[in-house]
């Protein structure tokens, strides 16, 4: 038994709870940077308030998502370009809530770490706020859990919560229907998913993530940490200008998987593979790793990081609107009777 005064203390058992309070203190002027209508306080309190009024909402419901962003974090740990997995965990909450026609509020991150590193800390969450203010939504709080013997030496996890709202009576999807167009907004890369089968692709291929990338510039770690592409802005543009009835965020599971979770039963969709030009990472992977057409499909997303079903009568005008915001986009096919998704085509 340890008697009074034998100088233990929770940071020679491993816990910093000065490091974790100069992160606080470092990271507050970009959360500061993420305040919109509605922010009621300032990091550092046992909650987080949001004002749902002060945001412009007189009959709100609320819509939640919580995401991570995988086992993307392996090349950023172990390349040590870290700060785009921020942008990359408040990118795969908010397109989710988009999704459901709501407009994200605030976010709230988790950080564990076995020891706090606070400037690899630091990075990651500047990042968020970055993603944040892309968004559109406020970085109200969150949780640096320093947690020895938890996590081997560097290594770090994320998880991120998203907190939207919508008017009632609002919610997408709505009234999808068949002869309904799909739009397809471009990814910037493989985004945040796939990427257990990206490592074995490139541990089979020999290469390091120093190397150069064999589809593009630069290292082939950093090309493949290009942050996921945030379309809220985009989308809730489109949605407020009329004629949107869906829109499906191409995550986990690619267009075979994710566009039926926004049809009605009794539709599906038939989709042109050679409209899309996709970013030349997929054929590399496709090629290099062997990998058919099918599992393609539903490992990644293959240049489409986003789906807008519109209304046929709405289509040319909300293609224009989204090509003018500065997305690319693709006119991928229709909505059709029948159930999942038939492909036409080859992907390039």
């Given at each position: 038994?340890?008697?009074?005064g034998?100088?233990?203390?929770?940071?020679?058992?491993?816990?910093?709870i000065?490091?974790?309070?100069?992160?606080?203190?470092?990271?507050k002027?970009?959360?500061?940077?993420?305040?919109?209508?509605?922010?009621?306080?300032?990091?550092?309190?046992?909650?987080?308030?949001?004002?749902?009024?002060?945001?412009?909402?007189?009959?709100?419901?609320?819509?939640?998502?919580?995401?991570?962003?995988?086992?993307?974090?392996?090349?950023?740990?172990d390349?040590?370009?870290v700060?785009?997995?921020?942008?990359?965990?408040?990118?795969?909450?908010?397109?989710?809530?988009?999704?459901q026609g709501?407009?994200?509020?605030?976010?709230?991150?988790?950080?564990?770490?076995?020891?706090?590193?606070?400037?690899?800390a630091?990075?990651?969450i500047?990042?968020?706020?970055?993603?944040?203010?892309?968004?559109?939504?406020?970085?109200?709080?969150?949780?640096?859990?320093?947690?020895?013997?938890?996590?081997?030496?560097?290594?770090?996890?994320?998880?991120?919560?998203?907190?939207?709202?919508?008017?009632?009576?609002?919610?997408?999807?709505?009234?999808?229907?068949?002869?309904?167009?799909?739009?397809?907004?471009?990814?910037?890369?493989v985004?945040?998913?796939?990427?257990?089968?990206?490592?074995?692709?490139?541990?089979?291929?020999?290469?390091?993530?120093d190397?150069?990338?064999?589809?593009?510039?630069?290292?082939?770690?950093?090309?493949?940490?290009?942050?996921?592409?945030?379309?809220?802005?985009?989308?809730?543009?489109?949605?407020?200008?009329?004629?949107?009835?869906?829109?499906?965020?191409?995550?986990?599971?690619?267009?075979t998987?994710?566009?039926?979770?926004?049809?009605?039963?009794?539709?599906?969709?038939?989709?042109?593979?050679?409209?899309?030009?996709?970013?030349?990472?997929f054929?590399?992977l496709?090629?290099?790793?062997?990998?058919?057409?099918?599992?393609?499909?539903?490992?990644?997303?293959?240049?489409?990081?986003?789906?807008?079903?519109?209304?046929?009568?709405?289509?040319?005008?909300l293609?224009?609107?989204?090509?003018?915001?500065?997305?690319?986009?693709?006119?991928?096919?229709?909505?059709?009777?029948?159930?999942?998704?038939?492909?036409?085509?080859?992907?390039?």
């Open positions: 038994m340890s008697e009074k034998s100088g233990q203390t929770y940071s020679a058992a491993g816990v910093d000065d490091a974790g309070n100069a992160l606080v203190e470092r990271i002027p970009a959360a500061k940077r993420t305040d919109r209508p509605g922010t009621m306080a300032g990091l550092g309190g046992f909650g987080a308030l949001f004002d749902l009024k002060a945001a412009g909402y007189d009959d709100p419901v609320l819509v939640a998502a919580t995401d991570g962003v995988g086992t993307k974090l392996r090349i950023a740990i390349t040590g370009h700060a785009g997995v921020g942008i990359d965990l408040v990118a795969m909450c908010v397109n989710d809530l988009v999704c709501a407009e994200p509020l605030f976010f709230l991150d988790y950080f564990a770490t076995g020891k706090l590193d606070t400037d690899t630091a990075q990651v500047e990042g968020i706020a970055e993603g944040c203010a892309q968004a559109g939504c406020a970085l109200i709080g969150g949780e640096t859990a320093e947690m020895p013997g938890m996590y081997p030496a560097g290594d770090f996890d994320l998880a991120g919560f998203a907190v939207g709202a919508m008017q009632r009576g609002t919610a997408l999807p709505a009234g999808v229907a068949a002869g309904d167009v799909l739009l397809g907004l471009a990814s910037d890369g985004h945040s998913n796939g990427y257990s089968l990206v490592r074995r692709i490139v541990e089979r291929a020999g290469l390091d993530w190397d150069p990338a064999p589809f593009g510039d630069g290292a082939l770690g950093a090309a493949l940490l290009t942050p996921t592409r945030l379309y809220v802005r985009p989308a809730l543009d489109v949605i407020r200008a009329g004629g949107v009835n869906a829109l499906a965020h191409i995550t986990g599971g690619g267009l998987e994710n566009l039926p979770r926004v049809l009605p039963d009794g539709l599906g969709a038939t989709i042109d593979l050679n409209a899309i030009a996709a970013p030349p990472v054929s590399w496709r090629e290099v790793g062997g990998v058919d057409q099918a599992e393609m499909l539903r490992a990644f997303n293959c240049g489409i990081g986003m789906v807008v079903i519109a209304a046929a009568d709405r289509a040319e005008a293609l224009d609107r989204l090509r003018t915001s500065g997305e690319t986009v693709f006119t991928l096919g229709r909505v059709t009777e029948g159930q999942g998704v038939t492909y036409d085509g080859r992907l390039a």
